[in-house]
């Protein structure tokens, strides 16, 4: 997800999480901020993805004056100044297309 730079905030903030297993965002955001989960947070996702154990993380995105919790295996946090529609899955796709061709390349 980003939070898109702007007039007030310079860069971009995106939160890019793996192997999620809890989700709880609304459909767009007002400013976008990241917290720390309350412990009756904690709790809500712990009770929602049972019987899956650790490791896990659960990070409070905060927007519009509303907590939204997302529950995932590993969560990467990135300021950039992209273009509005680039994303750090597709650079890492075209690198790994790369990565793949250039090995073909090698074996033939």
Not at 41 to 60: D, L, M, Q
Not at 79 to 107: G, H, Q, Y
Request: some cysteine; hydrophobic content about 35%; proline content about 6%.
């Amino acid at each position: 997800m980003r939070s898109p730079k702007s007039g007030e905030a310079p860069t971009n903030l995106d939160l890019v999480c793996f192997d999620v297993l809890y989700v709880e965002l609304p459909r767009a955001f007002d400013g976008l901020e990241f917290a720390e989960p309350t412990p009756s947070e904690r709790t809500k996702v712990t009770e929602a993805v049972r019987p899956r154990e650790e490791p896990w993380s659960v990070r409070i995105v905060v927007s519009g004056g509303h907590r939204y919790t997302i529950a995932a295996a590993q969560f990467v946090e990135q300021e950039n100044n992209k273009d509005a529609m680039a994303s750090f899955l597709a650079t890492r796709l075209r690198d790994t297309a790369r990565a793949r061709t250039k090995r073909a390349s090698f074996s033939d």
